[in-house]
Structure formats: structure tokens, C-alpha cells
């Protein structure tokens, strides 16, 4: 039987090696403006996909008002780019610009009526993450969105797994 087309391609990015700090399962707790003294939970993984060409994130949140979603991440070597597509059970699909800083990671849209920015920001010792999110309906005058703290989940037959495989 043939070979599946494409195959070759399916290696590590190395435009994405700065993201393989997220690379495991998350235990996020958090917030939501939306919905005053509620606690969100749930949880979040990062993972190679084709070889490691990209990197998919999975969200769970077990409160129904929050959407379960998934996205990928790539890159666009000739700008120095990098970009997240989104779909989420709303049927909800975006197009996100990535900026990945030594810290942490930010993405952000742009669009009439609703633009979104969030920012995490990963702790020294790589176990923990904070995010802050924040959206606007004008494009100036920006609010607070969903707030989360991913914390890594370690487990002994799957420590860190931080490279592209």
C-alpha cells in the first residue's frame, strides 16, 4: 500500500521550537467576568501533531458557559510569524496573530466588533502559567476577559514532554 502523500513533511518545525515549553497536559483553574463567583476548571493540553510541523491545544472548561475549543499553531518562515487557528463546539472559528516572548506567548485578533488579546505568562520553573484575557468591541476601550492558571500535570510515565517527536 502507498505511503500517505506528504509524509516527509511531517518533522519538527524548528520556527516552533520556542512553544515546546507547553508541550504536556494543563490543570486550568480560573474566572470569567461573565460569570461573578463562579470557578472554572478544567483542563488544557499542548501536542506535536505531524511530527511536530504543528502544534495543537486542546481546552476543556467543565462549566458549560465556557466552549470547549481547539487549535493549531504554524508559522510563516519568510516573515518570522506565527499564527493560531481556532474552532470551538459554537462553530466559532478565528484566525489569531502569535507573538512567543522568553516569558510566554501572546495571541490577538483584530476585528470589527470584536477584537481579542491573551497573554500568558509562564512561570520561571515552567510548571505554571498565567493568562489574562481581554476583548474590545471598538477596538480602543478594552475589558476583562477569561482569566486562567494552567498548572502542569506530571505524571510518571509522562514527564515533561517538551520535544517534538
Not at 493540553?45 to 486542546?58: D, K, P, Q, T, V
Not at 496573530?97 to 501572546?106: A, C, E, H, I, W
Request: net charge negative.
Amino acid at each position: 500500500m502507498p505511503e500517505e502523500p506528504g509524509r516527509e513533511a511531517a518533522i519538527p518545525n524548528p520556527k516552533l521550537a520556542a512553544l515546546a515549553r507547553l508541550v504536556d497536559t494543563w490543570r486550568t483553574s480560573g474566572r470569567h467576568p461573565l460569570l461573578p463567583g463562579v470557578s472554572l476548571h478544567g483542563r488544557t493540553s499542548f501536542a506535536w501533531i505531524e511530527g511536530g510541523a504543528f502544534l495543537i491545544m486542546r481546552t476543556e472548561i467543565d462549566e458549560p458557559e465556557i466552549p470547549s475549543g481547539i487549535a493549531i499553531f504554524g508559522s510563516d518562515d519568510a516573515t518570522g510569524e506565527y499564527f493560531m487557528l481556532y474552532f470551538d463546539e459554537r462553530e466559532v472559528s478565528r484566525k489569531y496573530d502569535v507573538s512567543v516572548r522568553p516569558d510566554g506567548l501572546t495571541w490577538r485578533r483584530n476585528a470589527p466588533g470584536f477584537s481579542q488579546r491573551m497573554d500568558l505568562t509562564m512561570s520561571p520553573d515552567g510548571h505554571a502559567i498565567v493568562s489574562r484575557g481581554e476583548f474590545s468591541r471598538d477596538g480602543t476601550t478594552w475589558e476583562g476577559d477569561l482569566e486562567l492558571t494552567y498548572r502542569r500535570i506530571q505524571t510518571p510515565d509522562q514527564p515533561c514532554s517538551r520535544r517534538a517527536s
